[in-house]
């Protein structure tokens, strides 16, 4: 599946789930004993209530699939395991890994809400010595200041625009969650980061986003592979080359970076860079929570096969530090 079907836009969602549920709805209509049901959340309940899933983009909501049948636990519990059965115990983490003979020279903390009543922290240390380019990118994506790829002109009055570096502390999200295998991390939309922070309903027409980093870091080192849970990757060309190279470049860093729950192999093959690990067993645990999320998984029974997608639980990142060791 192509991960940049989680970063598409707002519009481009919108379109394709009203031509859906025209076409499952027809279906349901001629075929009621094979109509589709699907399991939504209390959001995609309260957003059908008001009308308006479309806008606030809970997807299985617009399309009418429910997550809340009888025989489904409830999506926030810490047992409600990603298959809608309750586990027997909280779902364990793995090992730390080891640092494979590489230097960690920086600390990343970020702090994740799960609902309302849960919260964790992931720390990650970064290979800076190994992956320099790589871990450099990351720091500034990282910081409270950002990762700014367009002339600081950009970012001055006057200029013409208005614009601002991404931060992964200004809109960031768990875009992603691939069961048990892996998390993906972002900023889905530069434009609407920089209306939230300040306190616009939406960017002016005059934003311009930042756009993929013209220097590209196929060269740098390939220095271990995603064998093991716990380790932190980034495309081997650098931050916002994660996806579709033809997605609009406010959308270039919603793919910034993944975390594996496990090993797996196939982002070797896909070309990724491992450029850091976990550090603790504290957050390898909460790693494994997140990898049990229950997730929005589209059109699963339409389209088989479909696991991965958003959280179908609400989650939020509260803080994001990084720094040196």
């Known amino acids: 599946r192509n991960r940049m079907e989680l970063c598409m836009t707002s519009n481009n969602r919108r379109e394709f789930l009203i031509g859906a549920s025209i076409a499952v709805a027809s279906t349901a209509a001629t075929s009621p004993v094979n109509a589709v049901e699907r399991a939504v959340g ?16 809970q997807w299985d909501g617009a399309v009418g699939w429910y997550w809340g049948g009888k025989d489904r636990c409830d999506a926030s519990d810490p047992l409600c395991g990603p298959d809608g059965t309750l586990r027997d115990a909280p779902v364990a983490g793995e090992p730390v890994p080891s640092n494979n003979g590489q230097k960690i020279t920086h600390q990343v903390e970020i702090s994740i809400n799960i609902g309302r009543d849960e919260s964790g922290t992931l720390r990650i240390g970064l290979y800076g010595e190994a992956c320099p380019q790589s871990v450099e990118q990351l720091v500034a994506f990282f910081s409270p200041s950002g990762l700014a790829t367009s002339s600081k002109l950009m970012f001055e009055q006057g200029y013409g625009v208005t614009s601002a570096p991404v931060s992964m502390a200004k809109g960031g999200m768990l875009n992603g969650i691939s069961p048990g295998q892996r998390l993906d991390f972002g900023v889905p939309s530069q434009a609407a980061a920089y209306a939230r922070s300040k306190g616009m309903s939406k960017a002016g027409d005059d934003f311009v986003p930042q756009p993929r980093p013209k220097e590209q870091l196929s060269a740098e080192a390939f220095v271990r592979k995603h064998d093991i849970a716990g380790l932190i990757s980034i ?15 406010d959308e270039a860093f919603c793919d910034a970076f993944q975390l594996t729950a496990s090993s797996v192999p196939a982002m070797d093959k896909e070309g990724r860079r491992v450029v850091g690990q976990v550090l603790d067993n504290e957050s390898m645990a909460f790693l494994a929570r997140l990898a049990s999320l229950p997730t929005k998984k589209g059109f699963k ?24 060791l």
């Open 42 to 57: 209390s959001a995609e309940m309260e957003c059908r209530q008001r009308g308006d899933c479309l806008e606030t983009g």
């Open 235 to 249: 495309p081997s060309s650098g931050l916002g080359y994660g996806g579709n190279a033809f997605a609009p470049e």
């Open 301 to 324: 029974g339409v389209v088989p096969g479909l696991n991965d997608g958003p959280p179908l639980v609400k989650t939020s990142i509260s803080q994001v530090a990084v720094k040196p």
